[in-house]
């Protein structure tokens, strides 16, 4: 049994894959995929073979799955999984406020998540996360409402035209420097290492205060790779406290009641020049509060924060 619908401005000029996965988010990626070489996925009566294949406004997409009602969808969001503060809610951009221990998106079909909160939030499934924080990384995060949102905010991290700020405690003291060291991800394993053969990456950091033992600093990430703050610190010999992955074990073992990296999204900036669809957002910043574990541990070591 196929179902047809016409695409609206939401989805204009978007991948079909894409476009798939987010209509059918309890269709897995594999059995989209699967349908697409089939020849189950038509546009305009056509079989489109090729995931990538652009999509526009007022096209027919069949597909062999049916549509649930929206609002039937967002109910199975579940009430008790609680909110995400939000820090800006705008017509077509919502700023975040990530807590620790929660994925951005689902791993699983109605699994929680910060997005699974946004949608049972607006009532819709429309909005999306337009950049990752790690799962126990907390802070500012920006989600699109609309499709249109969607994609000029991808551009923008994707051309580097926001600028990112994360706080975090690091072992040891650490002075100001730019880290210049190319990222090698190893997806099965889930593990970056800094490589000749890996991606540019570059990270700016300052230190703000410092007792000797730990440091508060800023990163500022330069560019967007997986775990870049972590393993940038890590290489220069200052690791993030509490990380279990690439950090000093010695220092985590002192530090038992530390159960996560100490790492924070503070700020993002957004340049002044922006597509129409970005004009409440532009040349504004936002900043998350700290969390309470990072809170403490600056009092308690009488960091100051500037």
Known sequence: MSYTL????DHDDRRLDRTLRSLWKNVTLGEIM??????????????????????????????????????????????????????????????????????VQ?????????ISRVWAMTGSTTPAAVHRLDRNTTGVLAVALHGDALRALEELFKNRRVKKFYLAIVVGKAEDVLIDAPL??????????????????????????????????????????????????AHIHHPILGDRKYGDFQANRKMKNITRPLLHSYELDFYDDLHESLNEIAGKKFCAELPDDMREFINARGFKVT
């Open 6 to 9: 016409k695409l609206t401005q």
């Open 34 to 103: 699967k349908a697409i070489r089939k020849g189950e996925v038509r546009v305009n009566s056509k079989r489109v073979r090729e995931p990538g294949t652009h999509i526009h406004t007022g096209d027919e997409l069949a597909v062999p799955w049916t549509l649930n009602d929206e609002s039937n969808r967002v109910k199975k969001f579940h009430a008790s999984w609680g909110k995400i503060k939000v820090i800006y809610h705008g017509s077509n951009v919502m700023i975040l406020n990530k807590p620790s221990g929660i994925l």
């Open 106 to 114: 689902p791993d699983e079909p109605n699994g929680d998540s910060v």
């Open 184 to 233: 090698l991800k190893d997806s099965e394993n889930n593990l970056v290492s800094v490589s000749d053969e890996g991606q540019t990456a570059i990270t700016k950091c300052t230190c703000i205060d410092t007792d000797g033992d730990f440091s508060l600093v800023m990163l500022e990430l330069l560019t967007g790779r997986t775990h870049q703050a972590r393993v940038h610190m």
